[in-house]
């Protein structure tokens, strides 16, 4: 008589193996494609729809299968799973907050196991949702600030090639002009001292003093507008000792509304001033002594956009010429640059705030999960285990084969879930080394009779080169042994006839092992990659499957001992990685 398979833990390998799918999705709408056909074909239904809540909180169709948007009016929002007669209802949840939800239409008879995780699987649907997100939003970060770097690069390249031409133009001015043009040059120079600062009130600073050697200013400010309280700011100020308000409404008068409104330059003098600060509604006291008599103000640009205005005044008459407003207006460009990119460089370092943090939530959830994970799977394993050394009764051939097959997918699954925890302590600096002073020789010699049983019958001789008198060296014998696994496990999946040779040899201060195959290896394009995390190169994605982390991982454990590994290869020779030990380990 043959018994079939346990529908349970057929059930659960599948769930599993889908979950961890979900999480190597880089887009949305593919992930939530996957996801809806992969539950259609849990619950062996064909119609169905996932839709989403925008952040305007209207539930939109995401995608679809034999239904339309007309069909989510017999759906409502709620946080409750929901199994009727012909429909299926699954929310999705992450960090207690419905995201959306997986609604199936079609006669269904469920049996208990598909209700209880059906549930489980549309929380991993929007975990993996999340990160999705998240993963989007940080690269549509990266990228703006990457165009804004570029442009603010551009304006200050040709705001400099402007001032370069009008140095140049000033040059060949008549001798009068001299004394100017040895002003425009120290101009430069303090423009471009400026535009570097990343410090604004050294900007303003320097601005002020550039101001005063070259022309009459008695009162100086820079006023900034804030848009969302419609005020103006006097971020910088000197006026002989007198301090108006810091903060003032921005009225439809006024100079510096003016300017503002107009992008245009003001330059008023003495008879002139009366008329162009009435004219625009702004009140100056021009007949006392002491009192202003010549005003030039500028706007601040930043992005084809009025950001502010910076002015100097004067108690002379006629103090200022147009060779004044050019050199006031060059000044006000490299502010607006300065102003520019301190905005820029605070917005990048809370956008790197923000990434680490989300970096070290990741890294607590991989951690978490894994170790969720791991429990159930070992119990798997040793079920398998014990069920096939018949101690439930007697079982045949077919069955022992499933068994088999169980066990070395879960312990398969195991080692990736135990990689995914290495990497999430790694990164959060949790990872610790149990150091001893070791023989490498036994460890090679156990390593190579484990690699023998994954070589299944392939034509490839196990070859291993190590002095007889081999020095020890202080590392963690889990993590060394973890390592030469990882690099022996690559070799046979990628070699096809051969030999894959352990070769040992060591100096004065160092000891370097090699692993070395006569596979495909690897093209010179690829070679960066093959220390990333998650990446798989062509010739490996076609051989066999994994996360990608055994290489990225064990080259962190040879770092962290304060050695160094990489990686030489030739397409169609094979490749050769190498990792260099200190013989005598610091502290």
Partial sequence: MTISADPTSQFFQQALALSQALHEFKSVTPLLEFALTQTLALSQLERGLIGLVSETNEVKVAVACGLTETDLARVHLRPQAEFNADTIYLPLIAQEAVLGFIYLEGANSLPATLKVGLPHFANHVALALTNVRAIETAHQLQVTLEQKMAERTADLTQANRQLQKEIAERRRVEDALDERVLSLAALYQISQDIAAQLDLEAAYAATHRAIEQIMSAEAFYIALVDEARQEFEVVYLFDRGRLPNRRYPMQQTGLNSYILRTGRTVRAVDDSLTAVMTAMGAKIATTQPGSVRSVLAVPLNADAKAIGVMSAQSYAPYAYTETHEQMLATLANQVAIAISNARLFQAAQVARLEAEQANRLKSRFLASMSHELRTPLNSIINFAYLLGLGVEGEINLAQADLLNRIGDSGRYLLGLINDLLDLAKIEAGKLELFLEELDLRPLINSTLSTTAGLLRNKPIELRQEVPDDLPTVVVD??????????????????????????????????????????????????????????????????????????????????EMHGGQMWVESVVGEGSRFFFKLPRHHST
């Fill in 477 to 558: 014998a889990t993590r060394m042994r973890q390592v030469l696994l990882n690099l022996l496990s690559n070799a046979t999946k990628f070699t096809l006839q051969g030999h894959i040779t352990v070769r040992v040899w060591f100096d004065a201060t160092t000891l370097t092992v090699s692993v070395q195959d006569t596979g495909l290896g690897i093209a010179p394009r690829d070679l960066p990659k093959v220390f990333e995390e998650f990446i798989q190169l062509e010739n490996a994605a076609r051989q066999s499957g994994g996360t990608g982390l055994g290489l990225p991982i064990s080259k962190k454990f040879i």
